[in-house]
């Protein structure tokens, strides 16, 4: 099952121009990565997963209905986090200089890919 999502992870870098890709459980374990060599896919599994808890608690606290994604935004780029239901959490690491735009239409793609496949 990991190599289907590892698949889909690929996919998305390559189409939509990111750095790296990582699909973590809610309790923040890896399932699968797609990563830059020297970036550790458990450290950013389990921060993916606490930052995404943290945004929940967040829009729910300030009425704000359910978090879709979440977005930090450094100099030197973008870490993006889609919430796949309660079954997972969807890490994208992209350049500062990536299309937003076609970023954004990937993750929902592959999004779809995976509540498909843990449905």
């Known amino acids: 099952m990991a190599g289907r999502f ?9 189409d ?3 750095e790296g890709a990582v699909l973590v459980s809610p309790d923040g374990l890896a399932i699968a990565s797609v990563l830059p060599e020297g970036i ?5 599994a389990a921060m993916g997963a606490a930052i995404l ?6 829009t729910t606290e300030l009425n704000k209905g359910t ?8 100099s030197k780029g973008y870490m993006i986090f889609t919430g796949i239901g309660d079954l997972a959490v969807l890490g994208i690491l992209a350049p500062s200089n990536a ?5 954004l ?3 929902k793609r592959a999004a779809k890919q995976i509540e498909e496949s843990l449905g």
Do not use: P
């Open 99 to 103: 299309k937003l735009g076609l970023l």
């Open 105 to 107: 239409m990937e993750i």
């Open 40 to 44: 550790d896919e458990d450290r950013v």
């Open 53 to 58: 808890s943290l945004g929940e608690r967040v």
């Open 6 to 14: 590892e698949d889909i992870l690929q996919a998305v870098v390559r």
């Open 67 to 74: 978090l879709e994604q979440l977005y930090v935004k450094g």
């Open 16 to 18: 939509a121009g990111a």
